[in-house]
C-alpha cells in the first residue's frame, strides 16, 4: 500500500537558491529509487524561502529505507546550516 509524504521545508532569509540546489540533488537520487513512485518539489510563489515536496512511496519499509540512503544523508549534512527550523512532515492517506 503506497504511502504519502508532504515535507515542509524552509531556507533562512537569503539562502533560497542554495537550499534549491541541494533539494534538486536530493530529488535527483531519490527519483531513482525503485520504491519512489513520485517526488515532486515546489516553491512557494509567496514566500520564496518555503519548498514542499509531494511524495509516493510503495510501502512504509521502502520509505523507512529511504530515509537512510547517502543522498538524504548528505541533504541533512548540507542544508542544516541554511534550514530555518526542522522539516514539517505529514504522511497522509489518498481520500479522493
Request: contains cysteine; proline residues 4%; charged residues 20%.
Amino acid at each position: 500500500m503506497s504511502v504519502y509524504l508532504t515535507a515542509i521545508i524552509k531556507s533562512t532569509t537569503g539562502n533560497a537558491e542554495q537550499l534549491k540546489a541541494i533539494l534538486k540533488t536530493l530529488v535527483s537520487g531519490s527519483k531513482n529509487e525503485a520504491a519512489c513512485l513520485q517526488y515532486d518539489l515546489h516553491q512557494s510563489e509567496e514566500d520564496p524561502n518555503l519548498f514542499i515536496f509531494h511524495e509516493e512511496w510503495a510501502s512504509q519499509e521502502e520509505l523507512d529505507l529511504h530515509n537512510v540512503t547517502p543522498h538524504i544523508k548528505k541533504f541533512a549534512a548540507d542544508a542544516a546550516p541554511i534550514l530555518d527550523g526542522a522539516p514539517i512532515l505529514h504522511i497522509t492517506k489518498r481520500v479522493a
